[in-house]
């Protein structure tokens, strides 16, 4: 179950990272409310996750799928580059999620 809150979690940090950039500088007050709310349920689940997680290994994974997640939602959305060189990147950082699974 924590491994699950913990991707949820992962998920919501996406959402709020790329709520960001709709609020255009939290001009907007639909994506500013969606946005703290998706900050707000992703802490709350990253400490749900935390009472049977390592810390480091939960807090690398959590930042790494928000990583992987919003760049693959840059590239989609936004037209942001996706170079070989990027997207290589992007695989070990999955290769590294991969890696403190496993080792967890």
Known sequence: MSWFLLFLAGLFEIGWAIGLKYTE???RPLPTILTVAA???????L???LRTLPLGTAYAIWT???TVGTV???????AE??????LGCIGLIVAGIAGLKLTA
């Open 72 to 78: 693959i939602l840059g590239i989609v959305l936004f």
């Open 81 to 86: 580059p996706a170079t070989a060189l990027r």
């Open 39 to 45: 900050m707000v349920a992703s802490i709350v689940l």
């Open 64 to 66: 790494g799928i928000g």
């Open 25 to 27: 500088g939290f001009s």
């Open 47 to 49: 400490g749900m996750a």
